[in-house]
């Protein structure tokens, strides 16, 4: 079976800072695809990044960053030089090709305090 | 705007009864998606369907059923609904390309409150 888990139920940093959020995964496929998703205060999820199980470059786009291990089975979001905007829950979600479902994890609720 | 359009946004009802949840997906997507989002248990996968066909089941309560019409809108019927239903529902949709592996989007939610 398919498993998320972010472990950071909750973080809080102070604006400007760095901060990694964790996710881990457990798949038996070696077809899979990891996402990550922004739950805002509005509510609505927003999709952040794809990334497939044969592709482990790591990703930037802007302040954010992905570090996907396949090693570790994580695939770890970074956002540098955080800001208030990005206050709001984040989730790792996984497809695999047996299970042919979209799993999410628990979800982290990030802070940015000003 | 995701495009996705759920209704009602907001129900409140009393433990044993039942509703429905709608969904409209985005123009043209013929996936539909439904999770349950509740505080301790984060975003929960129930059910899916693809061009009117059941796809992928979760963990859907058998009190809760789901059907997806030929117009491709979906409903997710709750009934006997006890206390811990209560929690946002979200529908989602995905382009035919993709399948599973493309993004998912989502609408806005349904906050259902059990008294």
């Known amino acids: 079976a398919q498993k998320v888990t972010q472990a950071q139920t909750e973080i809080s940093v102070v604006e400007k800072e760095d901060v990694t959020l964790d996710c881990v995964y457990e798949t038996r496929d070696t077809t899979y695809y990891l996402f990550w998703y922004k739950q805002p205060p509005s509510g609505e999820l927003v999709f952040l990044i794809r990334?497939?199980?044969?592709?482990?470059q790591n990703e930037i786009s802007g302040r954010y960053s992905w570090n996907f291990q396949k090693s570790t089975s994580s695939f770890n979001f970074t956002i540098t030089a955080s800001q208030v905007v990005d206050s709001a829950v984040y989730f790792c979600a996984l497809w695999g090709y047996r299970d042919d479902k979209i799993i999410f994890g628990k979800g982290t609720r990030l802070h940015i305090l000003p | 705007d995701s495009g996705v359009t759920q209704t009602p946004k907001h129900l409140i009802t009393a433990t044993g009864q039942r509703v429905t949840l709608r969904c409209s997906p985005r123009s043209g997507d013929l996936s539909v998606y439904w999770y349950q989002q509740s505080l301790d248990q984060g975003l929960q996968f129930l059910i899916q369907?693809?061009?009117?066909?059941?796809?992928a089941k979760g963990n859907i309560l058998e009190r809760f059923s789901a059907q997806q019409f030929p117009d491709l809108h979906s409903e997710l019927n709750l009934s006997s609904l006890e206390l811990g239903d209560s929690a946002l529902y979200f529908c989602?949709?995905?382009?035919?390309?993709?399948?599973?592996?493309?993004?998912?989007?989502f609408g806005e939610g349904s906050r259902l409150t059990v008294l």
């Open positions: 369907y693809y061009n009117g066909e059941e796809r």
């Open positions: 990334r497939n199980s044969f592709d482990e």
């Open positions: 989602a949709s995905s382009s035919p390309g993709q399948g599973n592996t493309g993004e998912l989007f």
